[in-house]
């Protein structure tokens, strides 16, 4: 189980109204965020699921401050007591990397080329904690041992290139964790990458979740992953929330069209390796198009097979039908 | 479909037939005289049938795009033959080559990278046609405009440039331009991966809708075991440079031999698992 | 063999082209050093003929390159007519100097350049920087020559450093301390120049490197883990830079010995060129090869620098990349 189900519930992170808009030249003129309200609690891990587009990155980016200073942000994002919209650069730098945390999609980019893995580590401690110039080495080591690094002398001289995916795929998470956070972001860190490696990656999130209970927010396009290892998922399409609940019961019982015909998606190989070859896969008709933004309606329409007259000229409300689900559908369920 | 599957084995000639492939790189360190010498490829033997779709999978650094690279002449092993439609092609002289590309065409993982960022779609799909001369003048425009219809792009969009679109339609322009010279035998080089799950379904479809229409063959490259599980006709699994195991998608997935093979199938048997778990108790 | 040990031997078969290319050039040109007394009615031209065939002038063309080359093993770099004595006691005060000009300037440069190409960098777009941009194109604009000229006037108008020269007519009795100081002052005007000259192409191509460094995935990881400011700046821009701007070091010490060419003209510098300029108005051809050498010398030592430089700032070359 995770840490969550063992420690008393309290939001430590709480999200209201957040509204996101790009500006500049080449950016569209819809919201890549639009309203979008949740909680975290203390050690839970919640799976942000969604598809390129849906704004999931944004969202990870908006939560350390990491969007473009151009960018028009409405809402709050409450942290502890302290809403981070509100904070300038020195403040944000206190939270980034010591209170939140992300651990980035392709760690071999996310790590300077030219500077030794274990320094690089050493410059985030240092940021935050400039007094303790001594013990930096240990907890270096401490860190890179606790993400189960082995053979931790040869891995703190090293440089990027010369270490292995697995071991830089560690390296990044050990980086993250290096100041304790309250909340590591984890932005679809096993996109691209091999079977075998990313039940390795699952297995220690899981793991620091459990060990240090720090929250988890594991962003993804992959519903397969989040089974057996989020809380909580909130789905996301084209910048809204359109479900959210336990993750069990999202994948047993989903009620938004959306959340039914992307879990159908799933490749289940191993339970029919005798289809039918040249058989089309399942898939999601259409795509997300400019015309969906601009119409009045709910924004999923023209690629829902649920879809009644008053989706498309009314956007749908939030609907809470059970305690701890909610979906943004006027025909969920059906 | 066994008994087809293994009889279309069984009497049609491999269209493409590698024995023996390898193939090493060499790296220095400036001021030393230390080597690395990677063996990418050691003794390869595949055989791809025609019509088929075949997936070599492996992780990564198991040699697959070192594979697909001499398979579509890109580079030339160190030892070993390809044949290619019962011809020996490994020492074909580069006239040859001009004759043969066509037949052979690729399509990368980075669409962004594979595609000229200056150019127009229709001028990317045009290309090969122009170069092998295949149309000339208004017919290639036209004629580019007829694949990105058949790749399911607007024809009105042949005028934007690669970065313009979103991933899934880059790769079903580089789809485009990989079958505008009637080739036989295609080449995807993790052509599917870091794409979302509705977009890899889509893009799935339409190759096995341009499969049937084409007669094309296919070599699927992937790290990605449940994808290939959903298409695949036969597997061959890619080991530190060797094929180590090869057999059809039911031998594989119902009886795999080789340990690595049973390793990578265990990992997409408890992501799986565990989602079956979640969704038991029935839907819809 | 190794890299290094290439590069040298790359960098001496580049000398010997060079001097094969000066030799024939020098030849081509019409003329020589004794057209001069041709000149002048009180010498016969059986002496100027025989002073010819002395200094080996009227032979045919490869052999007085052999004869050079012999010269130069002998350890003389041939002979200057003009001043009457082999060519290498003239070249190695002039390169002396000209070498302490260029490295002084291409330090400052530098030393100035990259805080000045991070800082614009960091604030690209922002008005710090459109003004530092217009400032670097009006420098860029104006020739050294003109720069150069600029500073003297001003320097004549306003009596504060010496005009010209290396040191003054007195050198010889101060005392140590009066010496260095005698030395820097007359190493400013051209120094200045020099770097004034320099600089603004510099700055941009420092400052475009950064630039692109800092659009990189992981800078903005580094920004993610609350890494800031100068540090973020120092400490992981600027050393995953290294790599270009190595590459410039090397085009940088091309640049600024050909410009030191004619700053040294300008302000009366004695290095190498006012030594090749005299010589190749006089023909003193082995001069002229000479000094064309010892600049193609220090060209071919400073871009073996900058490839070192590459080596030792970026791991993935020095260690092998995988």
Redesign the interface.
Known sequence: MTHAQSAPASAMLSVHGLTVQYSGAGETSHPALLKVDFEIKRGEIVGILGESGSGKSTLALSILGLLPKSTGIAGTIRFKDKDLLLLNESGWRGIRGARIAMVFQEPGLALSPVMRVGDQIAEVLRAHRPGEGKQRRQQVVASLEDVGLVQVERIYKAYPHQLSGGELHRVAIAQALACRPDIVIADEPTRSVDGTRQAEILDLLRETNRKFGCALIFVTHDPALLAGFADRVILMYAGRIVEEGPVSQVFRRPLHPYTKGLLKLVPTALQSPGRPRGQRLPALPGSLSDSDHLSPGCIFASRCFARTDVCQSEPPGEVVPEQGRRVSCFNYGN | ??IE?TARGATTPALVRAVGLSKSYV????????R?V?DALVDVELEVAPAS?TALVG??GSGKSTLARCLAMLEKPDGGETWFEGEEISRATDRDLALLRPKIQMVHQDSAGALNPWFTAAQIIAEPLDIQRRESGPMLRSRACELMEEVGLSANWAGRRPLEF???QRQRLAIARAIALKPAFLILD?SL??L????Q??V??LL??L??AHSLTYLLIS?????????A?SVAVMHRGRIVEHGT??DI??NPRHAHTR??????????S??????????? | MNYLERRVIHGMLLLVGVSVLCFAFGALAPGNFFDEMKLNPQISPATVAALRSQYGIDQPLPLRYGRWVRSVIRGEWGYSFAYNCPVRSLLMVRARNTLLLTTLATLLTWLIAIPLGVWTANRRGRWDDRMGMAGSALLLAVPELVVAMLLLYWVVRTHGLPVGGMVSVDFDVLGKQAKLIDLALHLVIPTTTLVLASLPLLVRHIRASVVEVLQAPFVQAARAHGIGGARLLFRYALPAAANPLSSLFGLSVGALLSSSLLVEVITAWPGLGPLLLEAAMARDIYVVVGAVMASAFFMIAGSILADILLVVADPRIRLGSL
């Open positions: 479909m066994e599957e790296q220095r360190a400036p001021f030393s005289q230390k690395f990677i779709l992780e990564s979103s991933g899934g993790e991966s870091g979302d799950l509705s977009t379904a889509q799935l479809n096995l809708d499969q049937k790290h990605d075991l449940s994808l290939i599980g959903q298409v006709d998608r039911q997935f119902t390793e990578l199938l265990n990992s997409v048997r408890l992501v799986e565990s989602f079956r778990t979640a969704q038991a108790g029935g839907q819809q």
